[in-house]
């Protein structure tokens, strides 16, 4: 049985990580090439290319997400559900409580989330130290529940969620709205556009404290720290600054520049 366990878990990190790169690879695409690049369009060139170009490319985006979180909830059960890494070794919690806990975060973080950004939607500034915040409060949370370990790997099955059901209920119905009137040569939704390319700037932000939570298990020293959870709330916020810094530098006109 551990065989067979070791072989699944194998062949479920094996996709995660190549779905994973096919669709944060089409995210960067998308906010770091694609944005610059459609500027740049004319009339013409939209109802040409944006018809051929974006299904193909959200076709490898969507399911690249569907994927990458598929498995990685399933690993999630096999590395902490079935074993003994979703608890501190001296918790008074029960492991069918930490589970219930887990799984009630995972399902409700997307709504929670939501909710938020369309009360805030016009106020990016003031949305993200809200979300900030609460990201802090949540990683506090769960530094009381949860082994150090767990409480890492779960800032990553957290934010995954998010992005993908953003892929799956925000931006894919938007984009498909948007490829339609394109085709048709009338003016997209410009409040869809908006929210589909607001809810794919966050995707870009969180993607890279999510991959910081996956190889985080490499780092113990990090995360077993008894400030484990204070160093990840500054990662977090070292993360964003970054992605901050690579935003402006892909509207800089020397990335065009051969």
């Known amino acids: 049985m551990d065989d067979i366990n070791a072989c699944l878990e194998l062949l479920f990190r094996w996709i995660h990580v190549v779905a994973g790169i096919a669709w944060i690879g089409h995210l960067y695409f998308f906010n770091f090439v694609n944005s610059q690049v ?3 369009y004319d009339a013409d060139s939209k109802k040409k290319v944006i018809p051929e170009l974006m299904p ?3 076709y490898w ?15 999630a059960g096999m590395v902490y559900y079935q074993g003994s890494n979703l608890l501190p070794a001296d918790s008074s919690t029960s492991l069918g409580a930490g589970i219930g806990l887990s ?3 995972i399902v409700a973080v997307f709504f929670i989330y939501d909710a938020l950004w369309k009360a805030m939607a016009k106020n990016e500034q003031g949305g993200v130290i809200v979300s900030f915040v ?10 009381r529940v949860f082994a150090p370990r767990a409480v890492y790997i779960h800032l990553g099955m957290l934010f995954g969620t998010i992005m993908a059901m953003n892929v799956w209920m925000r931006i894919w119905p938007a984009q498909k709205k948007i490829i339609a009137a394109v085709k048709a040569g009338t003016a997209p939704d410009a409040a869809l556009a908006a929210m589909a390319g607001l809810r794919s700037k966050h995707n870009t932000y ?7 939570s996956m190889v985080s298990n490499h780092y113990p020293t990090v995360y077993g720290s008894p400030h484990g959870w204070v160093f990840l709330v500054v990662l977090v916020a070292i993360g964003w600054g970054l992605t901050k810094l690579l935003y402006m530098n892909a509207a800089r006109p020397a990335p065009a520049k051969y």
């Open 61 to 75: 985006f969507r399911w690249g997400a569907a994927y990458t979180w598929v498995t990685g909830f399933l690993l």
């Open 56 to 58: 193909r490319a959200l």
């Open 103 to 105: 799984l009630l975060l």
């Open 134 to 143: 609460l990201v802090a409060v949540l990683l506090w949370g769960l530094s």
């Open 38 to 40: 459609a500027k740049t």
């Open 206 to 212: 969180m993607s890279v404290p999510l991959v910081l």
